[in-house]
């Protein structure tokens, strides 16, 4: 495993033929790249962007993928992770984690990558260390280069004379969006906002999209009916503004006792040769030819 400089952070470089990845050292713990053999990062670099918060130090986003813990809230959602992160090398990955000071919350992020296979498995860990029981969800968010088109599916289920489908919908998403394509199976975001925008769901289809550049990226991960999610029982959201397009992922919300843990996989998949999907008919084709509903 060989230790390298991205973006202005040390980060190890992981390698199975098809993908590079590139997990973070000094901050974190982060994934700051995802390429398909040498060709482009689809990951968004963002090494200068950061928010700021009275009484606190500056959130830097850096780009990539993150572990937050969910719900969100100012205070605590937004604490810097610039410290060097714990390392544990695995037979096909890494292990890395850091525990906030403020929150006693040890973040865990374990980066398979299985060989010869465009694929990553990502493994969100939450474990509290604190000195009281905390109610949360890991929440795992990757950030993509704008310019592109997310799927968000949606769900299919014959519930008969019930609803099958639930949109969350934040105070600053306008529904009006010339960018958005509100379809009945999928959602297309054309990821070229000049305003904030967001949205969530239950996602029992298990998995998100976002195409850029001739390139898919998808996300799987588990979803389970008769567990709670926060955000109005979204699974899934997809958040963009003018700099990155984000989809995100969440676990159940869990009561962690002191000493308690949570976890929550992603599995990422990568598939080159797309055609951009222009309308609903695009998508699905794309689910067809790669099979995304297996």
């Known amino acids: 495993m060989t230790s390298v400089d991205f973006l202005g952070q040390r980060c190890l470089l992981l390698e199975n033929g098809p993908l590079r990845v590139l997990v973070t050292q000094s901050v974190g713990p982060r994934v700051l790249a995802l390429m398909v053999g040498g060709g482009e990062n689809l990951f968004a670099e963002l090494p200068a962007l950061g928010i700021e918060r009275p009484g606190q130090p500056t959130f830097h986003f850096y780009g990539g993928h993150r572990l937050w813990h969910a719900p969100e809230e100012p205070a605590r959602t937004y604490l810097p992770d610039d410290q060097a992160v714990e390392v544990e090398t695995l037979s096909d990955g890494v292990r890395v984690s850091q525990v906030e000071t403020l929150t006693g919350m040890r973040k865990t992020m374990e980066v398979r990558l299985p060989a010869g296979r465009p694929r990553v498995v990502v493994t969100h860990t939450l ?65 070229r906002m000049p305003s904030p925008f967001k949205i969530g769901f239950p996602n029992p289809r298990g998995w998100l999209a976002y195409w850029w550049n001739r390139t898919l990226f998808v996300k799987r991960a588990p979803y389970d009916a008769r567990a709670y999610y926060c955000d109005f029982g979204s699974s899934s959201e997809c958040y963009c503004n003018e700099h990155f397009l984000e989809l995100e992922t969440l676990g159940p919300m869990r009561l962690l006792e002191r000493g308690a843990a949570t976890s929550h996989v992603e599995t990422w998949e990568v598939y080159p040769d797309a055609p951009q999907p222009g309308d609903e008919a695009a998508a699905e084709a794309l689910v067809q030819k790669f099979n995304l509903e297996e």
């Open 127 to 191: 474990t509290n260390l604190g000195l009281w029981p905390v109610s949360c969800a890991p929440w795992a968010i990757t950030q993509l280069k704008v310019g592109g088109v997310a799927i968000l599916p949606q769900s299919q289920v014959d519930t008969d004379v019930l609803p099958n489908r639930a949109l969350a919908i934040w105070p600053y998403t306008d529904l009006n969006s010339p960018f958005v394509h509100w379809g009945n199976r999928y959602i297309l975001l054309e990821a």
